[in-house]
């Protein structure tokens, strides 16, 4: 089946501008998560949801994040007021049972974002 | 919070030397360590992972070794080849949490 999907590819946006990044989970999948990838870098958390609700989300850096998960499917991540610091590569994952701490995480390809 | 260390950041071997990477973990309750590998330009995807109720498992040329006591846990890659060639990450997660603490990535080259 098909596997996690995330739009779009690429973004490049210009200093200040608002941006919308999408992912499509697994169907049957009820755990979503975000993470931001800079060049080099590892894995950086930023939130995840079990169903529409997020019980964490630590890992946002500053409240120009922002993300909704609505019909317990696909979720957007919303960076408001863009800053070069904000470029990196933005994954999505998804799995089958929250809560639990054996599920696999499924990854998305990731969106690559270069604010100018 | 949980915090994941994991060295050395690069590693270079040659074709068919095998390729240690180790983790260490702060969180004594974490139950769960999954490693990913995330080849140049495409997403992590798991390739082995080790429950706290076991000490080593193995898949073929690669296998995960786990020190509770120590909270240390390492891959071995055996026979190495040219397409072992990517950034390898660790994890720790415990039961209860569903969100793993990755560590920062190993860098692994495989020169023919």
């Known amino acids: 089946g098909a596997g996690v999907s995330q739009s779009p590819s690429n973004k490049v946006t210009e200093k200040g501008k608002d941006v919308e990044l999408r992912c499509d989970p697994i169907?049957?999948?009820?755990?979503l998560y975000w993470y931001r990838q800079s060049l080099g870098q590892g894995l950086e958390f930023l939130i995840y949801?079990?169903?529409?609700?997020?019980?964490?989300k630590s890992g946002l850096p500053s409240d120009r994040f922002s993300a909704e998960r609505t019909g317990g499917s696909v979720s957007t991540l919303t960076i408001q007021r863009t800053q070069q610091e904000d470029s990196a590569v933005y994954l999505c994952?998804?799995?089958?049972?929250?809560?639990?701490?054996?599920?696999?995480?499924?990854f998305g390809p990731g969106t690559r974002l270069t604010v100018l | 919070g949980e915090n994941v260390e994991q060295h050395p950041s690069t590693l270079s071997v040659q074709e068919g030397d095998s390729a240690v990477i180790k983790c260490t973990y702060s969180?004594?309750?974490?139950?769960?360590f999954p490693w990913y590998k995330q080849e140049l330009g495409k997403r992590p995807q798991l390739i082995i992972d080790?429950?706290?109720?076991?000490g080593e498992k193995k898949d073929q040329r690669i296998a995960v070794t786990l020190n509770k006591t120590a909270k240390h846990f390492s891959l071995h890659i055996t026979e190495t080849q040219p397409e072992d060639s990517a950034v390898y990450f660790c994890?720790?997660?415990?039961?209860?949490?569903?969100?793993?603490?990755f560590g920062r990535g190993t860098s692994l080259i495989v020169h023919p």
């Open positions: 994890a720790a997660s415990k039961g209860g949490s569903y969100i793993p603490t």
């Open positions: 969180d004594s309750a974490s139950n769960y």
């Open positions: 080790i429950r706290s109720n076991v």
């Open positions: 949801f079990q169903g529409n609700s997020a019980p964490d």
């Open positions: 994952a998804s799995s089958l049972v929250g809560g639990q701490p054996y599920n696999e995480q499924f």
């Open positions: 169907s049957g999948h009820t755990a």
